[in-house]
């Protein structure tokens, strides 16, 4: 699309046009940004648009995180963003513009709607009908990676309780909103003990606060495995980000096609709302994509700044539309769609029918936003003991029992070594000769029993010691307790 004429676009639905940054993309993005906004312009939607350009260009222009300064002033002012999808260039040296994005405007809560529309796209589940709530900004897409080894590689799971309480309060809060009945967390707590353990702690405390709402959890695996096969077993899902990044694609393909579902970004200050498939190169430029998950999420942003009733006009004709089996490729199934339109052809088909409501698809109302805005609680500080020391250790040739050995020789009258893990495995002592290893040892080192207090002088010593024995220690990570529980895992085994 020719963002000239993007930039000239007011469109002056009635009252004040509202601001809104736009950013067609990559791939699809233009084509399907061109009938969104043809769409949302026919509907009487109120919007000054502000087009940046973003993605593939501006990486090729240099500009590692994909968007340029002068963007980011228009974003800063405007706050609301409408987003095609970009192209993420492969390889190092770019890091991905939309977790940037998330991150930097503070984006915690994505939010994304997966409906079936049988009989009209007829799917496997006719009645599933989930609200996605993933965590935006947490978890492993803190994108902080090491290579700490010549064999192992790290990236760190990062969860925190202000995060865990925003993501999850805003769940509950969004299901009372849109009248749902429950709210279920997905989380792998058997395993991460610590994170997840946390996530799904955070929630049923909050719970309690939400009598009126069921709150039930599931083990991430078994909960995406039951989505699949009885969806209808859900309502709303909250969970954090890797899971809900990858349950949200599942449960956009059930719905019938990734290009059908929306998603909305939320933060406390700025918002951005973006189709949840990606640039599609495979049929970029032959005006066959679908627009519904970009158009539904501009419906979604529509009611975000206020103008609820041309959202409710633009996704009551675009029910119709579907009900009328004029499907782009993506939707049609023979038999029962009844025409495949192109991209362009599926907007005029949906413009044609505003003003008109679904005769079986469950009208959308968008009274007021559905949108919560949480803000970040502030915790009280827990009484923080320092009691020992993991320190870990590239040795590619030494045994458990040799490496111990060498350790020991190291060891301070306060630190002792109690533990050496492989890949979190014990090793020692009483390791099992058959557990394979690698060149990164786990040397867990405390000063007696769980709560004896341990000084940063201390710790120095002890590394001074490792340093003085050529010891090629790589990372550190120190033993607390938090109000005397255990701020960190036992190795397994252990
Ligand atoms: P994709 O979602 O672009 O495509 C997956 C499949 O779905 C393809 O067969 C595609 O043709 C089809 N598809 C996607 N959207 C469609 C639509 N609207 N209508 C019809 N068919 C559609 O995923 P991918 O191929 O893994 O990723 C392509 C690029 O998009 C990558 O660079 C990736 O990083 C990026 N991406 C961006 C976003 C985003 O901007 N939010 C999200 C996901 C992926």
């Known amino acids: 699309m020719n963002l000239m004429n993007i930039s000239k676009r007011i469109m002056r639905g009635g009252i004040e046009p509202v601001p809104v940054v736009v950013a067609a993309g990559d791939g699809i993005g233009p084509e399907i940004m061109e009938a969104t906004l043809s769409i949302l312009e026919a509907a009487g939607a109120s919007l000054d648009l502000v087009p940046i350009e973003i993605g593939e260009s501006v990486y090729k222009q240099g500009y590692s995180s994909g968007i340029s300064p002068e963007s980011w002033e228009h974003i800063r002012e405007r706050k609301v963003i409408l987003k095609g999808p970009i192209t993420t260039p492969q390889g190092g040296g770019v890091k991905s513009l939309n977790v940037t994005l998330r991150k930097t405007l503070g984006l915690y809560a994505n939010v994304r709607p997966c409906i079936a529309y049988d009989p009209y796209i007829p799917v496997r589940h006719p009645h599933l009908d989930v609200v996605i709530i993933r965590e935006n900004e ?59 353990g946390l996530f799904k702690k955070v929630f049923y405390e909050i719970s309690a606060e939400y009598p009126d ?21 859900f309502d709303v899902i909250v969970l954090p980000n890797l899971y809900g990044d990858i349950l949200s694609d599942i449960a956009a393909e059930l719905s019938g096609s990734v290009g059908l579902a929306p998603s909305a970004n939320i933060g406390e200050n700025y918002a951005m709302f973006e189709a949840i498939h990606g640039s599609a190169p495979d049929i970029a430029g032959q005006n066959i994509a679908n627009p519904s998950g970009l158009l539904l999420s501009a419906v979604k942003m529509l009611a975000y700044i206020g103008q609820g009733q041309v ?25 029962t769609s009844q025409h495949k339109a192109g991209t362009q052809e599926f907007a005029k088909a949906v413009i044609e029918r505003l003003g008109q409501n679904p005769s079986h698809l469950r009208r959308v109302t968008y009274a007021g936003d559905a949108m919560p805005r949480i803000s970040p609680s502030r915790l009280p500080k827990a009484s923080k003991n320092l009691i020992g020391i993991d320190v870990f250790i590239h040795d590619a040739d030494s045994t458990p ?31 099992f000769p058959e557990t394979f290893t ?55 085994g252990q």
């Not at 959202?311 to 038999?335: K, L, N, P, Q």
């Not at 080192?445 to 709560?451: E, I, Y």
Request: charged content about 30%.
């Open 311 to 335: 959202a409710e006009r633009i996704h009551s004709a675009w029910m119709v539309t579907i009900e009328d089996g004029i499907h782009t490729a993506d939707m049609y199934r023979s038999g």
């Open 401 to 431: 029992d040799e490496l111990a050995d060498l350790l020991k020789r190291s060891q301070t009258d306060r630190l002792q070594l109690v533990m050496i893990t492989n890949r979190g495995v014990k090793v020692w002592p009483d390791g």
């Open 438 to 492: 690698t060149d990164h040892w786990r040397c867990r080192f405390q000063a007696g029993s769980d709560d004896q207090t341990v000084t940063h002088a201390e710790i120095i010593e002890l590394l001074n010691a490792l340093h003085h024995h050529n010891i090629d220690f790589i990372k550190t990570e120190h033993l607390y307790t938090f109000d005397g529980v255990p701020g960190f895992s036992l190795g397994q």
């Open 213 to 233: 709402l069921k709150a039930d959890s599931m083990i991430v695996d078994i909960g995406m495995a039951r989505l699949a096969n009885a969806p209808e077993l």
């Open 138 to 196: 947490e978890d492993l897409y803190a994108g902080i990676e090491h290579r700490q080894t010549d064999q192992v590689f790290q990236c760190l799971k990062l969860i925190t309780r202000p995060g865990c309480e925003r993501i999850v309060r805003f769940a509950f809060e969004y299901a009372l909103r849109r009248k749902r009945k429950k709210v279920t967390c997905f989380v792998k707590d058997n395993i991460m003990k610590l994170t997840d």
